[in-house]
């Protein structure tokens, strides 16, 4: 059994979605929430509330797997400063954590969950609600997205993740968990 | 007398600068250097590498402000997001110590220091090597920009950075701070 926490960043909602993955593509539903920060606080602020957020979830719920949403310039570059920020951020408590780090992109995200990558936000969240037997949709848009980067990791990101990992960064991350846990 | 931290951000490359600001336009060098992370290295291990020697310094030179480069999404795109995660690393820093912070633009710095906002670079560096009475210029190019935000925020930036915080800002950081140390 593996627990995977997703992570859709974002500076005003960050949504964080916990899962296990078992054998077979079997997957379970853990938890779900959405991280806000007041937007007329301070960058500084607005980050170390969704840092304080995400550290109170992984510590609650000791997931062995972050995956996060890889984030491309290609939108509004004001906004994605603020969701780069906060990714960084992830990975960042990730790392103290020595925890394992994949990033996906959307369109992973989408194909593994709905079979197409360019599927629209309410057939994510219908997808994620039937794949986990959730009773109602997760809501905003933005936990689904984080149940289904956590659902796209059981799927495909574990080998993935593990072919793109070097025999020396698996070896660091053994020894930052080693020197901080 | 007010000690300043300037960060230059950057994965590669992360300028860190430290100067006293006195009275009258008075700075004098405290510290300088370059913290690097091994570009081959998982991008989640550079940040930590970077925040590590960060806070190091931090601990070691104990600034009251922390002055960053701000960053726009003009230049290359790859380099521009792990700058933008530098830079949003070094503000949870500050925050979770609740130091203050000042954002600056490079055409401030470069206006502050020389004079002029389109400095070159080599204009920079011999006006910090001036300013500060140092033996010889700060290398690599990093190490000169991050004195010059500070020096730039001793010149200009103190008091921009009060007119920019609100009463409830000024009362967030000394919650922070007293609720940390």
Redesign the interface.
């Known amino acids: 059994m593996t627990r995977i926490l997703g992570v859709d960043p974002g500076l005003t909602r960050c949504g964080v979605g916990v899962i296990d993955a078992g054998s077979a593509r079997a997957v379970s539903f853990v938890d779900v929430t959405v991280l806000r920060s007041d937007a007329d606080?301070?960058?500084?602020?607005r980050?170390?509330t969704i840092?304080d957020g995400l550290v109170t979830i992984i510590d609650a719920c000791r997931p062995d797997v972050i995956a996060i949403e890889r984030?491309?310039?290609q939108h509004n570059?004001r906004s994605?400063?603020g969701t780069?920020?906060?990714?960084?951020?992830a990975?960042?408590v990730?790392?103290?954590r020595g925890l394992t780090?994949a990033?996906h992109t959307p369109s992973e995200v989408k194909a593994a969950v709905t079979g197409y990558g360019r599927a629209d936000k309410k057939q994510v969240t219908a997808m994620v609600t039937a794949i986990l037997k959730l009773d109602s949709p997760p809501k905003p848009a933005d936990a689904a997205d984080a149940l289904a980067l956590a659902i796209c990791h059981a799927w495909r990101g574990g080998d993935l993740a593990h072919d793109g990992?070097t025999e020396a960064?698996r070896a660091?991350r053994a020894a930052?968990k080693a020197s901080r846990s």
Chains 1, 2 share one sequence.
Not at 41 to 45: G, T
Not at 84 to 89: D, I, K, L, S, T
Request: no cysteine; net charge negative; charged share 15%.
């Open positions: 606080a301070p960058l500084e602020q980050l170390l840092r984030i491309f310039a570059v994605v400063m780069a920020q906060v990714a960084g951020m990975l960042l990730a790392a103290e780090v990033l990992e960064q660091w930052v």
